[in-house]
């Protein structure tokens, strides 16, 4: 089982990959993870990684494709694996398509979990972080024992910018306008499944489990 994991901010495609990857014993593999990865192992594209993102600047799309590339070589994904974070455009879609193709590991599916503006707010501006030892409440879902305290070591908890809602809404507006040519690239492939991500975890993940049931896709 080879699957594409996408979704907004808030969409909780992190989480589900990951429980994917439990479930059916296969990989989870994050962009971010295996960049760091790179550079901290000081792989070729690794180093040439570390010296777009120490200048701020985005890592092209060949360095990124080379070193999913090279994590795509490993022994653990030959029974399956859910990208998570890849591919952000058409040009990343179709450079993996190529490689997969190169490969011969064509992607199962593409999964886009679809998740409503109000419900992301909601999610990620009641977040608090705590100033000292960096841990992470939700006012509604997991709120500290006393309001405004860490429970660990009873720093102050404030709401780190990216969790206001104005800048909430911008990113969602930006991730809109980047994915829309995406979703109507694997639209077009035949590929594209859709779940909402209104809904709790346990729900999400039984919704992909059903949907990839009903195309027939083995689970393993």
Avoid: W
């Avoid at 014993?25 to 901290?40: C, E, F």
């Avoid at 701020?56 to 490993?74: A, C, F, N, Y």
């Avoid at 841990?135 to 910018?161: A, M, N, W």
Wanted: charged fraction near 30%.
């Amino acid at each position: 089982m080879r699957i594409i994991l996408l979704g907004g901010p808030g969409a909780g495609k992190g989480t589900q990959a990951q429980k994917m990857a439990e479930e059916y014993s296969i990989a989870h593999i994050a962009t971010g993870d295996i960049l760091r990865q790179s550079i901290k192992d000081g792989t070729e594209l690794g180093v040439k990684a570390k010296s777009y993102m120490d200048k701020g600047q985005l890592v092209p799309d060949d360095v990124v494709i080379g070193i999913i590339k090279e994590r795509l070589t490993q022994d653990d994904i030959q029974s399956g694996f859910v990208l998570d974070g890849f591919p952000r455009t058409v040009p990343q879609a179709e450079a993996l398509s190529l490689l997969t193709r190169e490969l011969n590991m064509p992607m199962d599916a593409v999964i886009n979990i679809k998740t409503s503006p109000d419900v992301v707010v909601e999610r990620l501006s009641g977040r608090r972080t705590c100033r000292d030892c960096q841990t992470v409440y939700h006012i509604f879902y997991s709120p500290p024992k006393k309001e405004g305290k860490c429970d660990r070591c009873d720093g102050e908890l404030y709401q780190r910018d990216d969790d206001k809602e104005e800048t909430i809404r911008k990113r969602l507006k930006v991730y809109e306008n980047q994915t829309f040519p995406l979703l109507e690239y694997y639209k077009t492939s035949g590929k594209l499944l859709e779940v909402s991500g209104d809904v709790s975890i346990a729900e999400v993940f039984e919704s992909i489990v059903q949907i990839l049931r009903k195309e027939k896709i083995d689970l393993g």
